[in-house]
């Protein structure tokens, strides 16, 4: 009798990979709440994303890390700072930035500043959206550059203290015809768009992890792949709120002392990764739980906060949200394939 002969093994690679990502966010996290950092969810998961979506670094990486910041702050400044007493012509340049990060995407040129412009972008978008009267947005944006740049920093320091024991390439993108590039282009730029509009105009000021799933099934790039995707996206976020409420009971009262938080995220993130990592460093479930639980500890949990109401309010925000932007990636995919020019070659 064989006992789970074919399951998959973590290989050192993988291994070091995943202590890589659980280091990585744990250091971003437990750096932002000692120095009292607002936006703590920048600090937690973009070192998520930069060690979990690519499995090496190098200047091309760190090239596109700081392009996309920089990209999501210039597009925010200008739209809140110009354009924020102009909804429409706001929504229309919004659209045409979503265009221009899915095309680095679909075409691969740039796929990581694209899917990091993206969820950049919408997370400072719905932030700064809701900026009260005599505040200011720059603290958002420096958050954000500031977050980007410590998780160079700290990727750098992750490969360095866990390095590959072999060498690895990035993934390459294959090749689409540009009827598909079109297609996927304005099926995403479309729904990220709608998804911004909705959430400014039902006042859904504290459903920014229901926008960021909302924006996270694009990755997939077609109608297809987020059917699946936005499968995946709820089962990580069950997953990764029950995680969450689970870490809340065995923390109690005690989240004032800031080692038991750092702990508890830091293997949780390490036993989520290995998921992540065995299913080909995909955004799946695994990473869906990554980033789930790592939202949660960013923004609401540190020294005397609570994030049982927040777990809860964020599955049932984001099951919602999911569901609805499949509902609308699905129309607009049928629409754009009634035409020869945004035709999907996988269309059926």
């Not at 992540?276 to 790592?294: D, E, K, N, Q, S």
């Not at 995919?333 to 020869?340: G, K």
């Amino acid at each position: 009798m064989s006992n789970n002969i074919n399951a998959p093994q973590l290989t050192t690679n993988g291994l070091r990979q995943a202590l890589r990502i659980a280091g990585g966010c744990t250091l971003g996290f437990t750096i932002s709440k000692l120095m009292d950092w607002p936006n703590g969810i920048f600090f937690t998961v973009y070192p998520m994303l930069l060690l979990g979506l690519v499995p090496v670094i190098n200047i091309s990486v760190v090239r596109q890390f700081i392009a996309s910041a920089g990209f999501s702050a210039v597009v925010v400044l200008i739209l809140q700072g110009f354009f924020s007493h102009l909804p429409v012509l706001m929504a229309l340049i919004a659209f045409a930035a979503f265009c221009i990060l899915f095309y680095q995407m679909s075409s691969g040129g740039g796929f990581l500043f694209g899917a990091l412009g993206a969820v950049g972008l919408s997370i400072q978008l719905h932030f700064s959206s809701y900026v009260t009267a005599g505040s200011s947005i720059y603290p958002l944006i420096i958050s954000n550059i500031a977050a980007t740049l410590l998780s160079i920093v700290i990727a750098l320091l992750m490969h360095g203290l866990f390095p590959d024991v072999s060498a690895r390439q990035m993934p390459q993108m294959p090749a689409k015809a540009k009827q598909s590039i079109r297609h996927e282009v304005l099926l995403c730029a479309t729904v990220a768009t709608l998804s911004f509009v909705v959430f400014q105009v039902l006042d859904l000021n504290d459903s920014i992890s229901a926008q960021a799933a909302s924006v996270l099934i694009l990755f997939s790039l077609c109608w297809k792949a987020a059917g699946v995707a936005g499968w995946q996206r709820a089962i990580g976020t069950l997953i990764g709120c029950n995680v969450a409420l689970l870490a809340q009971i065995l923390l109690y009262n005690h989240t004032d002392f800031l080692l038991f938080p750092v702990i508890i995220l830091w293997v949780l993130s390490l036993i989520f990764s290995r998921f992540h990592i065995l299913a080909g460093g995909t955004p799946g479930v695994g990473f869906g739980v990554l980033t789930t639980f790592g939202i949660l500890f960013g923004q609401s949990l540190g020294p005397g906060q609570d994030l049982i109401y927040s777990a809860l309010y964020r599955f049932s925000s984001v099951s919602v949200a999911i569901m609805t932007s499949l509902c609308a990636v699905y129309i607009v995919h049928r629409i754009l394939n009634r035409f020869s020019a945004t035709r999907h070659h996988t269309y059926e």
